[in-house]
């Protein structure tokens, strides 16, 4: 698993290389199970030819439970080796019987370092020398890919076709680049992850980081009332005793985003971020709270006193 552009498919065939084996490529989007099940024909073949059989799926997390269920007979008795690439998180895409049988290996976003070395090899190949190609367009290609290989030769080819020959200024890179959409999926893993770290920063009471998670969110088309509602749950969670009236900036602020709308809620927004991440942070009232609900649970049943009593400790 991995982001765009990070290598898998790469890899996947340097694997079928190094051992020999038949590589099969097929992308979960446009196939199906007659697909599949004209690779497993080609896989016995292969097998009784004492050959063995890597069958890549791109994109696995598109097949369905019982699609990825058809896999798990030739995978236990050797037909195919299966190599699935993904971007999202295998334990929520993929079914259990199938990814207990698997290694999971995950590739992190390529480094600047490693962007733009792939450039120069590319740009090598190209015959595009130091004078057409020169570092700082180099550097700024690395520095708009966000870490995709294939974002960074694209942008590449095209800056290349537009400078006509001519030297390919840091200028043609930005019009060969243009903006690049936000790494981020509302209903996925890196939706989750983000807004961890906005919270986190907020609670680690770092603004800066705080504003720039935020930003990122707002940026990727994220809705802001549910920003906003992550901010009432924390000025009571994170900052309660410490501050009570942090509660009160959080509900105006979700009311503000409710009654103004984009763009103008985006400062209404950092405002109340910058607040939540700057207060004192007390989590003395959602402790107790927790207690009492424990409490509630092993004594469900006990009588209402005449007078004020101590309820018994939590076990």
């Not at 290996?105 to 057409?132: D, F, G, H, N």
């Not at 694209?154 to 537009?162: C, D, K, P, T, Y």
């Not at 680049?177 to 981020?184: I, M």
């Not at 005793?241 to 927004?269: H, K, M, Q």
């Amino acid at each position: 698993m991995g982001p765009p552009g990070t290598g898998k498919t790469t890899l996947a065939r340097i694997i079928a290389a190094e051992t020999g084996a038949e590589f099969v490529e097929i992308s979960a989007v446009t196939s199906g199970k007659a697909d599949v099940t004209k690779v497993i024909e080609l896989a016995k073949q292969n097998q009784r030819l004492g050959m063995q059989t890597i069958l890549f799926v791109d994109e696995i997390h598109r097949f369905n439970k019982a699609q990825q269920d058809a896999f798990l007979p030739h995978v236990e008795s050797g037909v195919i080796t299966l190599i699935g690439a993904t971007t999202e998180n295998p334990s929520f895409e993929i079914i259990n019987p199938l990814l207990s049988r698997s290694r999971v290996l995950v590739l992190e976003p390529l480094q600047r370092s490693e962007i733009i070395a792939i450039l120069q090899r590319a740009a090598k190949q190209m015959k595009l020398t130091a004078k057409i190609l020169p570092k700082k367009s180099v550097e700024l290609l690395a520095d708009l890919s966000g870490g995709d290989a294939r974002v960074a030769l694209g942008n590449l080819e095209l800056a290349q076709r537009l400078a006509l020959g001519k030297t390919i200024t840091p200028d043609l890179v930005e019009t060969a680049a243009q903006t690049k959409l936000p790494g981020y999926d509302k209903k996925g893993e890196t939706h989750y992850n983000i807004i961890s770290a906005f919270i986190k920063s907020m609670r680690g009471s770092d603004p800066t980081a705080t504003l720039y998670y935020m930003a990122r969110m707002l940026q990727a088309g994220e809705d802001p009332k549910f920003i906003a509602r992550r901010m009432v749950v924390f000025a009571s969670e994170d900052i309660g005793l410490a501050a009570p009236a942090a509660l009160n900036l959080a509900v105006s602020t979700f009311l503000a985003v409710e009654r103004i709308g984009l763009p103008e809620a985006e400062i209404n927004l950092s405002h109340c971020a910058v607040v939540l991440a700057k207060s004192l942070k007390s989590r003395e009232s959602y402790d107790a709270w927790g207690k009492a609900k424990t409490l509630a649970a092993q004594y469900p049943d006990l009588p209402v006193p005449l007078v004020c009593e101590t309820l018994p400790p939590a076990s």
